[in-house]
């Protein structure tokens, strides 16, 4: 058995060196926050989480396509200079789109703070678009990291994200009872982690090799990852993280405080190890593509680990979830773990498809990861119209919820193989 195991990781591959290099930072990244989640949840009520979970769903949904997704091109050019012109085009837009966001929030924020069935979140909104424009400077420079292997860099950032973030959340918590500490300090740890990520760019022969007449080349080069990416992109992060949002409106804000925390913890094994995987992975399948015309070999390595790492995870919620989140968080909490119970087959399985989809991007397959995040964005709103039609309790929505979405994402791993293997 442990030799198969020592089979499929192929320590001495330039793939698993990648990884490992992404891992260990990733890992440290990891640690940090979750050793000290049990003081942030003495500090912070569900309450407070359930507003930072409203907050971080609206900046995680337009920060997704805060760059039009055409981070994702900046692997792809043979010439520095045209990849630096993507980066470029990539930050301006992020820029425009962050004001337009503002625009918006000016103009709306007590019709969307009614949505949310919160009146504390309308100040936070204003917030927003400060936290969408870092978030697409990161999404742009950990592609551009990815591209030139500067993995070190990558797993730095990491580190300076979570360990600020976290820092900043228990020192503002200690002499403030409110959300606002764990808002600020997500937004800050965005903010110190750019540094890391840029240290290793010349600026100024940045900005002296773009020009307006390479960016918009650029941009038309690779007009598919907004044409088709964004939008699928866009359903997807919608799709994911709306739960949030109508728990709130559904079931009130100490719900969405409940499922924020179960959420984050069952996220622990994909911000471990599923970011790192999908930046290497990235990289190696579109080098298998242009050796041998398919990525088969290394998406059944990738998906072989990804299911060892996630069988031990589910075992172990199932058993002792409420009971392991009531003793580590406090008894406030075991509610949590109750959902965590719920939810882990469906977070397992998103952990396991998360690095995976990016083969459509790297085989430029942008019409299928449409169509497919559209079905999975329809799907969720027919799940939480079917829950309010009824007037079931939270648990039955959730119970609803990860069985069909599981089916669901089980049939997108199929539909991946037959894009990698040639077949579709």
Known sequence: MFGKIRNIIAPDSDFSKNFFILFKGTVIAQIIPMALTPVLTRLYTPEDFGILELFVSVISILGAIANFRYELSVVLPDRKEDAWNVMGFGFLLSIVFSLFTLLVIGLFADEIAGLLNNSKIKFWLYFVPLAVVLQGFFNM????????????????????RAGSRTLIQIVIGLFKKSPAGLIIGQILGYAVSLFPLSSKINFRLFFKKITWKNMKAQAYRYRDFPKFTMPSTLANSTATNMTGMLISALYGINSVGFYSLSNRILGLPSALIGTSMSNVYYKEAHDQLKKFGNAKEVFLSTLKKLVLVSIPVILIIILGGETLFAFVFGEEWRIAGLYAKILIPLIMIRFIVAPLSVSLSVFERQKISLYWQLGLLVISILVFVISWWLGW?????????????SLYYIYFIFLLYKVVSGEK
């Not at 420079?141 to 300076?160: C, D, G, H, P, Q």
Request: hydrophobic share 45%; charged share 20%.
């Open 393 to 405: 309790d939270i648990e039955s929505f959730l119970i609803l919820m990860v069985s069909v979405l």
């Open 141 to 160: 420079l950990s592609y551009y990291n990815t591209r030139e292997k500067l993995f070190k860099s990558i797993s730095y950032a990491s580190v300076s």
